[in-house]
């Protein structure tokens, strides 16, 4: 299973980006699909995740409002679509593969990781 992150970049507060994640090496119609992120020195922690079929979607309370995640089951890529982004979201943001619809938040869960892009948000 290989997850390819990308879409990270520097960006300016109230700026937006779109992360993607191409997904490969199995099929993926009964996982969830999740972001995390991780700044320097602080705990990874759950950003979004979706049911690939889309039924489920979760957001992080912090994150509300500047958050869409979809996926395209045709692409086997799952989309983060940020907006509003302030210097508190620079982080490395990672997407995840797992199987457990009713732990999405927690990272544990996850069974496979990508590598992980940066997003840096300019004040």
């Known amino acids: 299973v290989q997850l390819q992150a990308s879409g990270g970049g520097l960006v300016q507060a109230g700026g937006s980006l779109r992360l993607s994640c191409a997904a490969a090496g199995r099929t993926f119609s009964n996982y969830v699909m999740g972001w995390f992120r991780q700044a320097p020195g602080k705990e990874r922690e759950f950003v979004a995740g979706?049911?690939?079929?889309?039924?489920?979607?979760y957001y992080a309370d912090s994150m509300k409002g500047r958050l869409f995640i979809s996926v395209d089951a045709a692409k086997n890529t799952v989309y983060l679509q940020m907006n509003s982004l302030k210097p508190d979201d620079t982080a490395v943001y990672y997407c995840?593969?797992?199987?457990?619809?009713?732990?999405?938040?927690?990272?544990?869960?996850?069974?496979?990781w990508g590598q992980g892009t940066q997003v840096t948000v300019s004040s």
């Open positions: 979706i049911q690939w079929s889309g039924g489920i979607v």
């Open positions: 995840a593969a797992g199987r457990r619809y009713d732990r999405i938040r927690l990272k544990y869960e996850y069974d496979y």
